[in-house]
């Protein structure tokens, strides 16, 4: 909103170019979220503190957990306040990619909201049914799906790490492909918020490196000398990246251990959300999978476990996720998320190395 209403004062206040350049808008956004977090943050955990919106915690959880009980939680409405009126405010509002992303944060969000309500509201811990959930998760991928499918210049090209100018086809499969990142994203960032703060360093250090990757897709300069694909108007998406970030790290001001307040579902599925739409729109799933490593590991060692208990009657892990396998070894929480942080930084790292290795 900002661009299109003081850029154009720019030909009589020279300052007023600066809102022509990303990079300046995507820093305002940035520290925007981070105010707006830090602003209504103690507000709204006051709030729930006094209507006792507190989280009730499953019984299949390490021991530890249940003097969490009583935590608010909803604070993924946080998140989405600042990620919301941070990227509206800082973005162009002529494109579409901004749109849908922010569509499907919304809804992933609503969802979230739903699964809250029902955990924290009418104390069933189990939350909303699990085919539920993924019904409607489904439904809102397809919408946005179909949404960047009909967009013009469209091709379903896949970015393949390593090879320059090599971006295959996929043509129709490009469809169930963006539907399985962005649910898969989401949940599997639902999964890894079991312990205080671990989630939000992942998220915080992807969002960089998607940021980056859609700042030079959207940029034909760079994209053409870096060799990766160039994507009209993706640049934009750089913005919605570091709202995340301000509102990421705003929120882990009072999320970090031990937490104050937790996302929930709320947060967590939207976030997720919006990282897959994100990487689908500037094809960079593979860089996504790598990235977000922490997602994909902590996602396969549910899967692991669950199959290897059908087929067998035996667990590969003490307890999944495998943050909660680390739990019942014996590691103290705080030894736990700072170490899952440190590997998300280094996948971060690799993942941005992705731009040159061509």
Wanted: glycine share 10%; hydrophobic share 50%.
């Amino acid at each position: 909103m900002l661009y299109h209403l003081l850029y154009p004062l720019s030909e009589t206040v020279s300052a007023f170019n600066v809102f022509r350049y990303l990079t300046f808008r995507s820093v305002g956004a940035a520290l925007t979220a981070l105010l707006i977090a830090f602003l209504l943050g103690p507000i709204l955990i006051q709030i729930m503190r006094d209507r006792k919106l507190g989280q009730t915690i499953r019984e299949d959880t390490p021991d530890r957990h249940q003097a969490k009980s009583g935590t608010p939680t909803f604070g993924g409405l946080l998140i989405l306040l600042a990620l919301l009126l941070s990227t509206l405010l800082w973005s162009e509002w002529n494109g579409p990619y901004m749109w849908i992303v922010l569509g499907v944060t919304l809804g992933f969000g609503l969802v979230g909201f739903a699964d809250d309500y029902e955990k924290t509201i009418n104390r069933n811990p189990q939350g909303i049914r699990a085919r539920t959930k993924l019904g409607v998760q489904v439904a809102i991928a397809g919408v946005a799906a179909l949404a960047i499918w009909s967009l013009p210049g469209f091709d379903a090209e896949i970015s393949v790490p390593f090879f320059k100018d090599f971006h295959p086809s996929i043509g129709v499969l490009y469809l169930p492909l963006i539907v399985f990142v962005v649910v898969g994203t989401s949940n599997a960032v639902n999964l890894t918020d079991g312990l205080d703060g671990l989630a939000l360093g992942p998220v915080l250090t992807t969002s960089v490196v998607i940021g980056v990757f859609s700042y030079a897709v959207g940029n034909s300069v760079i994209s053409a000398y870096l060799g990766t694909k160039y994507i009209a108007g993706a640049g934009t998406l750089a913005i919605v990246c570091a709202s995340m970030i301000g509102a990421g790290l705003g929120f882990l001001w009072f999320n970090t251990y031990p937490a104050s307040v937790f996302m929930g579902d709320t947060g967590a599925l939207a976030i997720g959300g919006a990282l897959g739409t994100i990487a689908c729109i500037i094809r960079q799933e593979v860089v996504l999978a790598v990235a977000g490593g922490i997602f994909v590991v902590e996602t396969v060692s549910v899967i692991v476990q669950v199959i290897s208990f059908k087929l067998t009657g035996r667990r590969v892990f003490r307890m999944a996720p495998i943050h909660h396998h680390y739990e019942q070894l014996g590691w103290p929480e705080p030894q736990i998320i700072v170490r899952f942080w440190i590997i998300s930084v280094i996948l971060a790292l690799v993942a941005l190395s992705l731009l040159k290795l061509r």
